[in-house]
């Protein structure tokens, strides 16, 4: 039986279809014991059948994400019920982990074609791609060949690549990629930008194929490091790929978020004031339509510190809502007062460690 699925905190999510009775769901009540087959790869578990909260379920809007409204409405409106898969066993350690990857990359084609809106209609996203080009700008400079890792649909790709830096453009996602080479021949820049569509593990061998062994540096901002569950493989890698003394920028979905953690506590809101203290993090307790990886710049550098030297960390949106706060924006002109007082706070000590997110320089050592 073909089904669609979401992964959460380690266990597999599937919705059955609305089309009638399905003798697959029935035999779970009697026989929970199910092998699962996902990225090429079998697994055991156990399985459960649950019920959703409502329409507001965090699991529904995950798996509408995924799969697209229109799918949704066709295949699993009116779908009430769940099966809940606690993985067993595996053939290998790192099974789930390529599932994770499927799942991820699946989650990001199904939004591709509507990710700029996202982006560009949303001020705090804005607003963070806006500080993260401030910081580019500075660090690469023209003629340079610079990885981006998780490129989406190349918000900052094309700004760098307009600005004479050559981008090799990595993505999971082949229909962000898509969108971004539609993007870059429409603005004349196809020639400065080299789409490659790779898991990070096979990172390396793809920049090969490409022709490129040595690159002057790389980053990576707001997303792709907090969903990547090999980050030592990942970092290992670019440190292999990136020259000495190159740089790399990453910016980071931060553990400790001054806005949140006060926020949701006047809320009374305590296990929203406290979500990212826990990782995983779980889908619902994130802006992340997959369970995601919240880091300090101290959790961070465990897995840098032999590898990159920090140079400078800034902190992003300390007091400013985050993208799904938007509401709580306060009106001009005190937005714009608060932006000018976020940035003047952002290089300095707590405050870059309490934003939102981190942007942090290293240097490849």
Same mark, same amino acid.
């Given at each position: 039986?073909?089904? =669609? @699925?979401?992964?959460?905190? $380690?266990?597999?999510?599937?919705?059955?279809?609305?089309?009638?009775?399905?003798?697959?769901?029935?035999?779970?009540?009697?026989?929970?014991?199910?092998? @699962?087959? $996902?990225?090429?790869?079998?697994?055991?578990?156990?399985?459960?059948?649950?019920?959703?909260? /409502?329409?507001?379920?965090?699991?529904?809007?995950?798996?509408?994400?995924?799969? $697209?409204?229109?799918?949704?409405?066709? =295949?699993?409106? %009116?779908?009430?019920?769940?099966?809940?898969?606690?993985?067993?066993?595996?053939?290998?350690?790192?099974?789930?982990?390529?599932?994770?990857?499927?799942?991820?990359?699946?989650?990001?084609?199904?939004?591709?074609? %509507?990710?700029?809106?996202?982006?560009?209609?949303?001020?705090?996203?804005?607003?963070?791609?806006? =500080?993260?080009?401030?910081?580019?700008?500075?660090?690469?400079?023209?003629?340079?060949?610079?990885?981006?890792? &998780?490129?989406?649909?190349?918000?900052?790709?094309?700004?760098?690549?307009?600005? &004479?830096?050559?981008?090799?453009? #990595?993505?999971?996602?082949?229909?962000?990629?898509?969108?971004?080479?539609?993007?870059?021949?429409?603005?004349?820049?196809?020639?400065?930008?080299?789409?490659?569509?790779?898991?990070?593990?096979?990172?390396?061998?793809?920049?090969?194929?490409?022709?490129?062994?040595?690159?002057? $540096?790389?980053?990576?901002?707001? &997303?792709?490091?907090?969903?990547?569950?090999?980050?030592?493989?990942?970092?290992?890698?670019?440190?292999?790929?990136?020259?000495?003394?190159?740089?790399?920028?990453? &910016? #980071?979905?931060?553990?400790?978020?001054?806005?949140?953690?006060?926020?949701?506590?006047?809320?009374?809101?305590?296990?929203?004031?406290?979500?990212?203290?826990?990782?995983?993090?779980? #889908? %619902?307790?994130?802006?992340?339509?997959?369970?995601?990886?919240?880091?300090?710049? %101290?959790?961070?550098?465990?897995?840098?510190?032999?590898?990159?030297?920090?140079? =400078?960390?800034?902190?992003?949106?300390?007091?400013?809502?985050?993208?799904?706060?938007?509401?709580?924006?306060?009106?001009?002109?005190?937005?714009?007062?608060?932006?000018? #007082?976020?940035?003047?706070?952002?290089?300095?000590?707590?405050?870059?460690?309490? /934003?939102?997110?981190?942007?942090?320089?290293?240097?490849?050592?």
């Amino acid at each position: 039986m073909l089904v =669609r @699925f979401i992964t959460v905190d $380690g266990r597999i999510v599937i919705f059955p279809q609305n089309q009638g009775r399905q003798d697959w769901v029935l035999n779970i009540t009697r026989n929970p014991q199910v092998k @699962f087959f $996902g990225a090429g790869r079998a697994f055991d578990g156990s399985a459960k059948l649950k019920q959703i909260s /409502g329409l507001n379920d965090p699991l529904l809007g995950v798996f509408t994400r995924k799969y $697209g409204e229109s799918e949704v409405r066709k =295949r699993y409106w %009116g779908q009430t019920r769940y099966v809940e898969v606690d993985i067993t066993a595996q053939s290998k350690s790192e099974d789930y982990a390529e599932l994770y990857y499927a799942d991820l990359e699946a989650a990001f084609d199904g939004v591709a074609e %509507g990710y700029d809106h996202h982006i560009f209609g949303n001020p705090m996203n804005l607003w963070l791609r806006n =500080r993260s080009l401030y910081y580019l700008f500075q660090l690469f400079t023209p003629g340079q060949v610079v990885l981006e890792l &998780g490129c989406g649909t190349g918000t900052e790709t094309l700004a760098l690549a307009k600005y &004479g830096v050559k981008i090799i453009a #990595v993505d999971i996602s082949s229909k962000m990629l898509n969108v971004l080479a539609r993007k870059a021949r429409d603005a004349g820049l196809s020639d400065a930008i080299v789409p490659v569509h790779a898991h990070p593990y096979n990172l390396k061998a793809k920049l090969k194929e490409n022709g490129f062994d040595k690159i002057d $540096g790389a980053y990576s901002t707001y &997303g792709a490091i907090n969903t990547e569950p090999r980050l030592d493989r990942l970092f290992q890698d670019l440190h292999s790929l990136i020259r000495p003394g190159g740089s790399l920028l990453l &910016g #980071v979905w931060n553990r400790y978020c001054l806005y949140e953690m006060l926020g949701y506590s006047l809320k009374l809101r305590p296990s929203m004031a406290v979500a990212r203290l826990r990782n995983p993090v779980p #889908v %619902g307790k994130s802006r992340f339509c997959i369970s995601s990886y919240a880091y300090s710049v %101290g959790s961070l550098s465990k897995y840098l510190s032999r590898l990159f030297r920090v140079r =400078r960390v800034y902190g992003v949106e300390m007091l400013l809502p985050a993208s799904n706060l938007t509401r709580y924006l306060p009106p001009e002109p005190l937005l714009r007062l608060v932006k000018r #007082v976020d940035t003047a706070l952002e290089s300095h000590y707590p405050w870059n460690r309490l /934003g939102d997110h981190f942007l942090g320089i290293y240097s490849r050592v």
